[in-house]
């Protein structure tokens, strides 16, 4: 059975995805275009094989989670935050390549 690389975050399962191996979640919405952008970096990545074994990728949509957005004080989309066995190691704020992304694992 093929792992689930990209999922999407809710308020309900968002500490249960994030709590165990390396995830980076995308704070993102619909409408902003850098957070297509963004989005399409990290598809690029998936499909290329750049995202190391045993990363996955989360997506909250910031219109549908506010909670979320606030408890991380996400204020500027993209923000991408890492998380490593439930604990956010990292933070990075607009368009990121995917060369940046892969440093910050």
Same mark, same amino acid.
């Given at each position: 059975m093929e792992r689930e690389v990209i999922c999407n975050l809710t308020e309900e %399962?968002?500490?249960? @995805?994030? #709590?165990?191996?390396?995830? /980076?979640?995308?704070? =993102?919405?619909? =409408?902003?275009?850098?957070?297509?952008?963004?989005?399409? /970096? $990290?598809? #690029?990545?998936?499909q290329r094989g750049e995202l190391p074994d045993g990363v996955s990728i #989360? @997506?909250? %949509?910031?219109? +549908?989670?506010? +909670? $979320?957005a606030m408890r991380y004080d996400v204020s500027a989309i993209p923000t991408l935050l890492v998380f490593k066995e439930g604990r956010q190691v990292e933070r &990075? +704020? #607009?368009?990121?390549?995917? +060369?940046? &992304?892969?440093?910050? &694992?």
């Open positions: %399962n968002f500490d249960h @995805k994030t #709590g165990r191996g390396t995830m /980076i979640v995308d704070f =993102w919405a619909p =409408w902003c275009g850098p957070c297509r952008s963004q989005s399409g /970096i $990290l598809d #690029g990545m998936v #989360g @997506k909250v %949509n910031v219109d +549908e989670q506010p +909670e $979320l &990075l +704020e #607009g368009v990121q390549s995917a +060369e940046r &992304l892969v440093a910050s &694992l």
